[in-house]
């Protein structure tokens, strides 16, 4: 399936389009831990202010863009 769906493309032109997932993926990871984090101790308000991300080094991933 991934063979089908990659086509003729050499290994060394897809490695950008995977590690930028795998990287988004880390993102969407840290986000939801803090998120979840923040959630439970300080409330949904809270949970949706970028600056509790930003002061723990997490980047800021609105609704519209969370992976899950």
Known sequence: MADAL???MDAAEYKHVV???IFLKY???AFEERH???LAEWGE???EDPD???AEAIFWV???ARWA
């Open 6 to 8: 990659r086509g003729s």
């Open 19 to 21: 590690l930028g997932l």
């Open 27 to 29: 993102v969407s990871d």
């Open 36 to 38: 979840a984090a923040v």
């Open 45 to 47: 308000e809270a949970a």
């Open 52 to 54: 509790e991300y930003t």
């Open 62 to 64: 609105p609704p519209e």
